[in-house]
Structures are given as structure tokens and as C-alpha cells.
């Protein structure tokens, strides 16, 4: 990977399966911090579905992402039906009902009365309308789950907009998965694997034309 001839080779990995960086292709300081700083969230979709070769190339990119000893732990179920990705932001709500029933208090501070009466009203706040779910899992055994499928979405997400795509990470939907065996057995997952993530795909209504201010860093230096 770092000779520049490519006159070196592992026993497991030849030169010819690491693709060359072309120097041109390289981003300059200026476009990197402008692609970093562009990144939003986005909750309101166009009723439209996206691609399925988009969706593959988005797993694909998420693919990249660092992982514990390179382990790529994670597996990805993706909803692609409108239909029952509101399904599933229901069963979602019925977990959020009987979670307000039993820990009303905790139930307010997690906003969960909020999002059960917007449903009510009409308005999914779990899943924004998206017409597209992607879920990250992988073996609950493993120690490192939660950090290397965070940042397998992150790169998901990160290179959604070269698509033409917006999404934003489905707190209350992750939050859920685990915690009602329902909404786990209507996914699919295997048994030994635990949800680490879901993120919301679709193609944005609105469009930004600007950068949003940030928190100046707070640092100790040592």
C-alpha cells in the first residue's frame, strides 16, 4: 500500500487488489473542511424511492470505515418499502407507550410523550418519512460494536449527498430495537447479533445553502 511501484506484496493481498490514489483526485485542505462542515441532518424527505444501486454503493462506502482490528464486524437489514419502514415506526410508538406507562418520568425526559401524540397527530417523528431504513448490526459479542458501526454510518452518511441523498441517524428507532422483542423479531436479526444503529435514507425536500455555526473546540492541553 505505501510502495509507490507496487513492488511489494503480502501472501493475502496483492497490489492489484488496492486500487492506485490518484494525485489529482486528492481533496485540497479548503474542499475537506467545506465537505466535513456541509454535512446535515436531514427530516424531510421528497416522496420518492432512491435507487437500490445508490443503497449498495452507500454500504459499500460505509464498507471503508475503520474497525478493532480491522474486524468489519457489521451487517446491514435494509428497509426499502415506505410502507414498512411506518410500520415499523409504529411499533416503535406502541414500545414507546407501554415505556410511558411504566417509567413515566424517565419516558418525559426522552421526549417519548412527544413523538406518541405527533404520531397520533398524524406526524412520524421516529422515522421523518423516510422512505428508506438502514439498520447496522452485528454479534453482540463483540466488544467493539457500537464504535466500529458508528463509524461505518458515519461514512454512510458522510457520502450520501454525492448521491443526491440526505439521512439522519434514527435515535428512537436504535433506542427501541433492542428493547422490544417485536420490533427486533419483525427485522429479522439473528439472535447472537445486536442493533448498533439505524439511519434514515431518502432523497431531501429542501436543499441548504449555507453552513451552520459549531462550538468553538474545548480542549486541555497537557
Known amino acids: 500500500a505505501v510502495c509507490p511501484t507496487g513492488a511489494f506484496a503480502l501472501d493475502w493481498l496483492s497490489p492489484a487488489q488496492c486500487p ?3 494525485r489529482e483526485m486528492r481533496l485540497s485542505g479548503e474542499q475537506a473542511e467545506q465537505f466535513l462542515r456541509s454535512r446535515r441532518s436531514i427530516r424531510t ?7 437500490r444501486w445508490k443503497i449498495e454503493k452507500l454500504l459499500e462506502i460505509a464498507g471503508c470505515a475503520p474497525s478493532a482490528k480491522n474486524h468489519q464486524p457489521w451487517h446491514w437489514t435494509v428497509v426499502e418499502t415506505p410502507s414498512e419502514v411506518q410500520r415499523l415506526s409504529g411499533m416503535v410508538v406502541d414500545y ?10 424517565l419516558a418525559a425526559l426522552l421526549s417519548y410523550p412527544r413523538v406518541v401524540a405527533a404520531w397520533d397527530g398524524g406526524y412520524d417523528r421516529v422515522c ?5 431504513l438502514i439498520v447496522a448490526h452485528a454479534d453482540k459479542n463483540w466488544g467493539f460494536g457500537p464504535e466500529d458501526t458508528a463509524l461505518a454510518l458515519s461514512y454512510l452518511e458522510l457520502y450520501a449527498p454525492m448521491l443526491g441523498l440526505g439521512t ?5 428507532f436504535y433506542a427501541a430495537v433492542n428493547a422490544y422483542p417485536p420490533l427486533f ?3 429479522k436479526l439473528p439472535a447472537r447479533h445486536k442493533a448498533f444503529g439505524a439511519m434514515m435514507v431518502g432523497h431531501p425536500k429542501y436543499r441548504y445553502q449555507r453552513l451552520v455555526p459549531r462550538k468553538p473546540p474545548r480542549t486541555t492541553w497537557m
Open 168 to 172: 439522519c441517524w434514527a435515535g428512537y
Open 96 to 105: 414507546m407507550r407501554a415505556f410511558i406507562a411504566e417509567k413515566p418520568k
Open 45 to 51: 424527505y421528497q416522496e420518492k424511492p432512491v435507487e
Open 20 to 22: 492506485p490514489l490518484p
Open 128 to 132: 421523518r418519512g423516510a422512505p428508506h
Open 185 to 187: 423479531e419483525a427485522l
